[in-house]
């Protein structure tokens, strides 16, 4: 059975969300949801860590289709959406996914939805709600992440500001190296960063 969560635009109408199935998309949607969650089941098939899937699309293509690899690869941020971003900047050779989506089996944690607006992605589709995952043991941080509440992934991480002197070490550098970023970063790839290429030419010339 189809079920309608919800669905709408972010806040800041730069990252769509949707949680399957809403409105005219529905059977485009289902399909692409539909082999990320074949990706869970294939992820703890073959033991490589727990059940989530991710999918990238573009252009009605399926670009990258993959599987949470925390187990697989000794890596705790191996999760199914991060992985799928970076396989497919691999596969289309870019850092960017602007003309691409992500379909997500389960709702991102916090690292997943903060990789997915760095890649650029402008919709993302996920299927289960995060008390799904909870519900059998995975961290409740998951739900921080699109209700913007930050409590769980805080619980029980000390975070401390560095003294003047730390500080005002790290923040030269940004200062130092920012003609050479510009140059690697914004002139070769000025499709990229154009809000940044734009506030860093009047801040260089
Ligand atoms: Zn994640």
């Not at 769980?152 to 000390?158: F, I, S, V, W």
């Not at 190296?177 to 154009?194: A, S, W």
Request: a negative charge; glycine letters at 8%.
């Amino acid at each position: 059975m189809k079920t309608l969560f919800n669905s709408g635009e972010g806040t800041d109408g730069t990252l769509s969300i949707a949680s399957a199935f809403a409105g005219h998309q529905e059977d485009r949607d289902h399909k692409f949801l539909t082999k990320a969650v074949e990706e869970e089941y294939k992820g703890v098939e073959c033991g490589h860590g727990g059940p989530f899937g991710a999918v990238v699309v573009r252009s009605d293509e399926i670009v990258v289709s993959c599987h949470n690899m925390v187990l697989k690869n000794t890596d705790p941020t191996a999760h199914a959406e991060v992985t799928a971003v970076r396989e497919a900047c691999k596969k289309l050779k870019r850092i960017e996914l602007s003309d691409c989506e992500i379909y997500a089996s389960c709702e991102p944690c916090p690292m997943c939805f903060g990789a997915i607006p760095l890649s650029r992605i402008k919709r993302l589709v996920y299927g289960a709600k995060a008390e799904a995952a909870i519900a059998i043991g995975f961290d409740d941080f998951i739900a921080d992440a699109l209700r913007g509440t930050g409590y769980y992934q805080k619980a029980n991480l000390e975070i401390k500001k560095a003294d003047v002197s730390g500080a005002v070490i790290a923040e030269q550098v940004f200062e130092k190296t920012k003609v050479q970023v510009y140059h690697v970063l914004i002139v070769d790839r000025i499709e990229i960063y154009g809000c940044m290429r734009q506030n860093w030419s009047s801040s260089l010339s």
